[in-house]
């Protein structure tokens, strides 16, 4: 029973707040499997069963005395006796007592309740670094292919002795460049690629054959340019080993937040969305204040000690007593008495004088103090929650600008390209501003990526301090 309230609780808080089906599974796969998640449940669970223990009467005395030798009384000797005795704490120091941890049990509650917002930013947070790599690789890939397009053109300028290449290559130039200035979170991105050392297992390419000396002093810019775009290959394909090697760090963490075994594939959406702020920005931070699982727990506490403070003052009055003792007697000899040898009940009372008062004033002022140091607690978490709110803010409105500029940049350096090709392709101009226009392309659609990213988890960072 208890596991169905969890799931459906869990259920009612995601709805709505991912951007993908497949990430609001993993959310849901993440609240029923995180050992973390599941300890601070069954920490709430505990706390709930110490209501009941500090609501109850403390346990009854029973007492039982045999007498060795018969006492002799007026109205028998007196063999045995039995007594039952109940102490009564002062009226409302119970109920105290469980208001008090009924509100600890709710602060739990509310930690439990931050511990799973946290988890869903760290699995929101994962699952966007994964989709990052995913379409980083996916570029260095179509880059890969664009330069090695490049290097057949070269190569057949300096076979030809510096003349024009001929239309298909520059066809297919223009062809690779179109899918580079594609306006779609799945063609760009955030990484710088260049300054990479030259993979050592790359295969290498054997250069052209060269001709005789004519050809080779009317070649020689050819050859250079077939060297200089086989550099850029290695380098790519350097960062792409790399960008390889980084995948199974990142779906081991991401597959131990939803507890499951380290190489269990991650399924991944075929795009990169942006994500949109769940409320008006100017309503984040009163939603904050009202729903953070931090300061809604802090609030439990003051309150849990506020109860405390009432139950310590009730301690040091008095507590009564209410009991019972049966006497066994035996009948005596030449008594006389109509009570001779009749077992006796008589009812009791007691009551306990606090007359110590120093720790009964102590323990009162004691839950003062930690019901101040609560309260200050209090306004410095909200205060940091307030500076978090700024800078996940900032982030999101810097993210949506480094969007914007990088489509706008990467659909002019696209086009740039294709204009310096086609030169190349027909001239032979210009080959180091070709490359370095292809880098700059490259650089500006992993920039369009890292940037939808960014947006993406500062969104998710929104959400957690809502406690979503």
Same mark, same amino acid.
Do not use: C
């Given at each position: ?128 670094? =994964?989709?990052? !790599?995913?379409?980083? *690789?996916?570029? %260095?890939?179509?880059? #890969? ?5 490049? @290097?057949? /053109? ?110 269990? =594939?991650?399924? !991944?959406?075929?795009? *990169?969305?942006? %994500?949109?702020?769940? #409320? ?5 931070? @009163?939603? /904050? ?180």
């Amino acid at each position: 029973m208890k596991k169905k309230i969890l799931n459906l609780f869990v259920l009612i808080l995601i709805t709505g707040s991912a951007t993908s089906q497949s990430l609001d599974d993993y959310l849901i796969i993440a609240a029923e499997n995180n050992p973390n998640l599941k300890s601070k449940y069954f920490q709430y669970q505990s706390a709930l069963e110490r209501v009941p223990q500090v609501g109850a009467l403390p346990d009854p005395e029973v007492s039982f005395g045999i007498f060795i030798e018969p006492m002799e009384r007026y109205i028998g000797n007196q063999v045995a006796e039995i007594s039952i005795m109940q102490m009564f704490p002062w009226f409302g120091t119970l109920s105290a007592a469980q208001d008090e941890m009924t509100l600890m049990a709710k602060a739990r509650y509310e930690e439990f309740n931050e511990a799973k917002s946290m988890l869903f930013y760290e699995v929101r947070a994962n699952w966007y670094a =994964l989709q990052l !790599l995913e379409k980083e *690789i996916s570029i %260095a890939k179509e880059n #890969i292919e664009l330069l090695k397009t490049m @290097e057949q /053109i070269a190569i057949s300028r300096f076979r030809s002795g510096g003349q024009s290449g001929g239309g298909s290559g520059s066809g297919g130039m223009r062809s690779s460049g179109g899918q580079n200035s594609t306006t779609s979170a799945d063609g760009m991105g955030g990484m710088g690629m260049q300054g990479q050392p030259a993979s050592g297992n790359t295969p290498s390419r054997s250069a052209p054959q060269m001709g005789g000396a004519e050809s080779m002093g009317g070649s020689s810019g050819s050859m250079i340019d077939v060297l200089r775009v086989q550099m850029e290959i290695n380098e790519l394909q350097n960062s792409l080993a790399l960008l390889e090697d980084s995948k199974m760090p990142l779906i081991a963490q991401f597959n131990r937040l939803l507890n499951r075994n380290k190489h269990e =594939l991650v399924i !991944l959406s075929d795009s *990169i969305t942006a %994500a949109q702020m769940p #409320i008006p920005v100017n309503e984040i931070p @009163e939603n /904050i204040k009202d729903n953070n699982p931090m300061l809604k727990m802090l609030e439990e506490e003051e309150a849990a000690f506020i109860a405390r403070g009432k139950m310590n003052r009730k301690m040091g009055l008095p507590m009564i007593g209410l009991g019972l003792q049966y006497d066994v007697f035996q009948p005596r000899a030449h008594n006389e008495s109509m009570m001779n040898g009749k077992n006796m009940w008589m009812p009791m009372a007691t009551v306990t004088i606090p007359l110590w008062r120093k720790k009964y004033t102590a323990s009162v002022r004691e839950s003062d103090y930690m019901r101040m140091a609560v309260v200050e607690q209090k306004q410095e978490v909200s205060n940091q929650l307030m500076v978090s709110y700024e800078e996940a803010l900032k982030d999101f409105r810097d993210a949506d600008r480094r969007v914007k500029l990088y489509r706008e940049q990467t659909s002019l350096a696209n086009q740039a390209l294709n204009i310096l090709i086609a030169q190349y392709t027909t001239e032979g101009s210009n080959f180091e501003e070709v490359l370095r226009m292809q880098q700059q392309l490259l650089d500006y659609r992993l920039k369009y990526l890292d940037a939808l990213i960014d947006g993406n988890i500062a969104v998710a960072m929104m959400e957690q301090l809502m406690g979503r």
